[in-house]
């Protein structure tokens, strides 16, 4: 069946550093992938995303590369800022629309 | 602009209990979705609504029903409530279904404390 993994959490940087948060997915056909992330006690929002394979969705200086040799969507961010802290989730979507979602990263970036 | 509304935002309901969930999607979307998101747990897709039919069902328990009415807005209703039932319910609503990729809005969902 169709799922996502994460690299598993907390994950803590300084502010400025790289970030990469690791996702693959398993899934018949050609997916559309997502990342979307999540504030404390608020919804989700859609971060990026890309439906094809060599895509590279962008936003906010996040980017993730749509790599269909290696079924793999990792989030990228050259200099995190404290307020980047928040978990991330990468996410699926095949026929039907629904999100399948990988069980999320938290990440904390310290001043 | 806009967005998806949840209400109530929180809600505390006793073991047994029922409880309603309402889902007011964007303006022309005709397209929504239930998710559960467990303490620490990645959201679970429920059950989907296109034009008003159900498109797609997920982890629902029979315990839990849902519709989408004429004016597209939603209701998750649950009986018989556990505490295993305890979660933040998503809605999410976007146009169209099917392989019609647009972008689907969340809500800020319905924090459920069963006790």
């Known amino acids: 069946g169709n799922s996502v993994t994460q690299m598993e959490g907390p994950v803590t940087l300084s502010e400025e550093a790289f970030l990469t948060i690791n996702c693959t997915y398993t899934a018949t056909g050609y997916p559309s992938l997502f990342w979307y992330v999540q504030y404390p006690g608020e919804g989700l929002q859609l971060l990026l995303k890309a439906t094809k394979a060599d895509d590279k969705g962008s936003n906010k200086g996040f980017e993730a590369t749509y790599r269909k040799e290696t079924t793999s969507f990792h989030l990228e961010k050259g200099s995190v800022q404290v307020s980047d802290s928040a978990v991330y989730f990468c996410?699926?979507?095949?026929?039907?629309?629904?999100?399948?979602f990988g069980q999320g990263t938290e990440l904390s970036v310290k001043p | 602009a806009a967005g998806v509304i949840q209400s109530p935002r929180h809600l505390i309901k006793e073991k047994r209990e029922t409880a309603t969930l309402k889902c007011y999607p964007i303006?022309?979307?005709?397209?929504v979705y239930w998710y559960q998101q467990g303490p620490g747990q990645d959201p679970q897709f429920l059950i989907s609504f296109y034009e008003k039919m159900q498109s797609d069902k997920g982890s629902i328990p029979d315990r839990f029903s849902a519709q989408q009415f004429s004016d597209y807005h939603s209701e998750l209703n649950m009986s018989s409530l556990e505490l295993g039932d305890s979660a933040l319910y998503f809605c999410a609503s976007r146009v169209g279904s099917g392989q019609d990729l647009t972008e689907a809005f969340f809500g800020q969902g319905t924090r459920l404390t069963v006790v």
């Open positions: 303006p022309r979307h005709d397209t």
């Open positions: 996410a699926l979507s095949r026929s039907g629309g629904k999100l399948i």
